[in-house]
């Protein structure tokens, strides 16, 4: 089996998302260092932090991935309550949880991205 490359392209109709944001990749993708073929993909706009995210332990990207969700999940509680006055899901008409899940996703990535990119490890 051939070798992957270090960053190697992938067709854009494979799709995909960020291993940083949850957005859509760009095709950059990243080895992860003793995973054999195992590769993290990013968006343009990620790609720092996707090579610092192949390099992370595991173990540190879950505290960041908790903490990001946990940070979204405020954010998208917060905006709820500040934009429709609802704190249960229960009562959301439909546009109100797509707004919801619109935000939540989007604070993820947000929060993950600034995580990522205050690892600072001496590499
Ligand atoms: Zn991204």
Known sequence: MARLRFTDMKRPSDGGVCFCCLRRDEGAGFPVPN???RIIWSCNDHI???RKAAAMPQAEFDIYEKQALEAAGNKAGQRLDDKFGK???AELETWEYLDFCQTLVKAFGDELASRLQSYDPPF
Do not use: A, K
């Open 48 to 50: 720092p932090l996707g």
């Open 35 to 37: 995973r054999h073929n």
């Open 87 to 89: 704190t249960d899901l």
